[in-house]
């Protein structure tokens, strides 16, 4: 059997977790699929499968060597395109990672839009604050929010998301409305810790077109957008954030805009992808549709 059919045959077992349920969507026997992994175990010289009665799991072997598949697989299919007519329905599988919030409130409710127009294209979406890194964890793409530090990868300015400061009600009655940034010396704030490197951001606002920080006193430090959110909805303090992740809540009375005039930098919203000569066309396609949809919800006026 070639090399590529064996391949894609124990890619499928790895994602069925059976070898009937792969041999069903694959339209073989099941014995089939049981031969072809047997030789292909045989030809890499390691067990890639751990079988049960009940199911069928990748090895540590099989877990790396799955993914190394995943990249063949899909370099294989690309070659094959690669002279085809450009009205071929782009296919195949994209790994996808995003940030939680913009993943969870602006990606995910579209994606039936992106899959009616590509029904042949299937999605895997990491929704995550952790930076990935695309080679190691064989991501197709990656969407960044926030100044660059990768290297030897492709970069696709999206634009930048406007960041405001606000609070809740109940905390300002009892703490007052800052009017300037020296009024913050006399307010809590709720930090943030990156979840990658636990860094703590400082406040920072453009005045006159230099930037500003300061360090404001804090009874709470969290590393999710979500607790961010949730915390200073409890009133915990004041924090900065994109204005999209909080519309909702300002629209609704449950927090308020304060300094308006002290505004911290947009942040640069950025496409990644590992640094290849032929991006696939099911890559090329999900990328447009991301940045007209992200330019269409999310950047700044």
């Not at 751990?50 to 899909?74: A, E, M, N």
């Not at 920072?204 to 930037?211: A, L, R, T, V």
Request: charged residues 25%; glycine residues 6%.
């Amino acid at each position: 059997m070639d090399r590529i059919d064996l391949f894609r045959i124990f890619s499928r077992v790895v994602e069925c977790s059976s070898f009937t349920r792969a041999a069903d969507t694959l339209g073989v026997p099941r014995s089939s699929v049981s031969a072809a992994v047997l030789e292909l175990e045989g030809r890499v010289g390691a067990r890639l499968l751990h079988r049960t009665t009940r199911k069928v799991s990748p090895t540590q072997d099989g877990i790396v060597f799955y993914d190394r598949c995943q990249r063949l697989i899909s370099d294989m299919e690309d070659a094959e395109n690669l002279f085809k007519q450009t009205a071929a329905q782009p296919s195949g599988k994209l790994r996808i990672d995003v940030p939680g919030r913009i993943g969870r409130l602006i990606i995910a409710p579209a994606l039936p839009d992106f899959l009616d127009r590509y029904p042949q294209i299937h999605i895997d979406l990491g929704v995550t604050d952790r930076a990935v890194n695309l080679v190691e964890d064989n991501i197709d793409c990656v969407l960044r929010v926030g100044p660059l530090s990768d290297s030897g990868l492709i970069a696709r300015t999206i634009g930048s998301l406007s960041l405001i400061n606000v609070a809740a009600p109940e905390y300002l009655k009892r703490y007052g409305i800052p009017e300037f940034p020296t009024d913050l010396n006399s307010h809590w704030a709720v930090n943030y810790a990156s979840p990658s490197t636990g860094r703590t951001t400082e406040w920072e606002w453009i005045e006159n077109n230099e930037k500003f920080v300061l360090e404001i006193d804090s009874r709470v430090t969290v590393n999710s957008a979500e607790a961010y959110i949730a915390c200073c909805l409890a009133g915990l303090g004041l924090i900065q954030i994109p204005a999209y992740d909080v519309q909702a809540h300002i629209d609704a009375g449950d927090l308020m805009e304060v300094l308006p005039g002290y505004r911290a930098a947009p942040m640069p919203m950025t496409l990644l992808y590992p640094h290849r000569q032929h991006l696939s066309r099911r890559l090329q396609v999900f990328a447009n549709w991301l940045e007209d949809l992200l330019k269409h919800e999310l950047l700044a006026v």
